[in-house]
């Protein structure tokens, strides 16, 4: 005589009840992490005893200790953590892969938002590569150790600009500079070195110095309608 047990229809099992197939021995269970094992291995307490499982590669999202989370395997010995239910403390969230990721939309845009800071951190290198990079900020704070830049033309737009700096060298085939009004002042020695050199202004030219000296290999001409001289 065969005997078949009676379930009433309004008896479904919970979530965390094992349900073992008569043949495969599936196991489906909820659990809560008790801890994390090396070699990315975690224990699940469900129903009084402990499962042993490794992180499935679906579940991005790491499991930490107290998270309610899924236990499924074709048998007790092979349990995998597929997802995470509820989390401990939904404060922090951490998406964890063993090795390289790409997160990519083949038709569409990609957008990253944070309520309140967003962070890149790369232990050995923070890469950029596009056609056009746009940064809108209020304030920028930027250290960087050595700084290399090459690109075919640069336009800055400012109100102020102050360097401060022990050395600063320029080398340009053609320098042009245009303001209202110049200052410079050195505390050492002033050079130029140059085949011509034109100075003219509109009002009055002066060079003073306690002892000046004007020499020439060929000529000295001075012309004007007056010449005072002593």
């Avoid at 999202?61 to 048998?75: A, Q």
């Avoid at 250290?143 to 022990?166: C, K, M």
């Avoid at 505390?187 to 030219?205: F, K, L, P």
């Amino acid at each position: 005589m065969n005997v078949a047990s009676l379930r009433s229809p309004m008896s479904q099992p919970t979530p965390a009840e094992h349900r073992t197939g008569p043949e495969s021995g599936a196991v489906n269970a909820l659990g809560t992490v008790v801890s994390a094992l090396p070699g990315g291995l975690y224990s699940v307490e469900s129903d009084g005893r402990v499962l042993h499982c490794q992180r499935a590669a679906s579940c991005l999202l790491r499991p930490e200790i107290g998270d309610l989370v899924l236990v499924s395997g074709p048998d007790s010995s092979r349990l995998y953590l597929t997802a995470v239910a509820e989390q401990a403390d939904a404060r922090t969230s951490r998406l964890d892969v063993s090795g390289d990721m790409t997160l990519a939309s083949e038709r569409g845009a990609v957008s990253i938002e944070s309520a309140t800071q967003l962070s890149l951190r790369g232990r050995e290198g923070v890469r950029m590569d596009a056609p056009q990079l746009e940064i809108d900020a209020n304030t920028a704070d930027c250290r960087v150790g050595r700084l290399a830049y090459s690109g075919e033309e640069a336009e800055v737009r400012v109100l102020g600009i102050r360097v401060i700096g022990r050395v600063y060298e320029a080398i340009v085939e053609r320098l042009v500079h245009l303001s209202k009004t110049a200052f410079r002042m050195t505390e050492g020695i002033d050079q130029v070195r140059a085949s011509h050199i034109d100075y003219q202004a509109t009002e009055m030219a002066r060079l003073h110095g306690k002892n000046t000296v004007v020499t020439a290999q060929d000529l000295i001409k001075a012309d004007a309608s007056q010449i005072h001289m002593g």
